[in-house]
């Protein structure tokens, strides 16, 4: 049984890993999207460059939105 438990947690991890991967790169090519096309005018890195508060916290919604969408739809 030992080794079964074993297999089983690996596979578990293995697809654990694999949604967080997902979940990462949707979460950075959303806010990406969301620079060039909603935010012409605003330059994300630029404006964080210049030490904007409101534009980091701004960027930091957007992927705690994308991150708990994200999360809804690996649920099923």
């Known amino acids: 049984m030992g080794a079964e438990f074993f297999?089983?947690?690996?596979i578990n991890l293995a697809i654990?890993?694999?949604y967080t991967i997902v979940a990462?790169?949707?979460g950075v090519y959303s806010l990406l999207w969301v620079d060039k096309k909603?935010?012409?005018s605003v330059d994300i890195e630029e404006e964080m460059k210049k030490g904007n508060i409101a534009v980091s916290i701004f960027a930091?919604?957007?992927l705690i939105f994308v991150a708990?969408?994200?999360a809804f739809g690996f649920r099923g």
């Open 38 to 40: 909603l935010l012409k």
């Open 60 to 62: 930091s919604t957007i």
């Open 24 to 26: 990462l790169l949707v």
């Open 16 to 18: 654990n890993l694999s």
């Open 7 to 10: 297999s089983a947690s690996i």
């Open 68 to 70: 708990i969408i994200v």
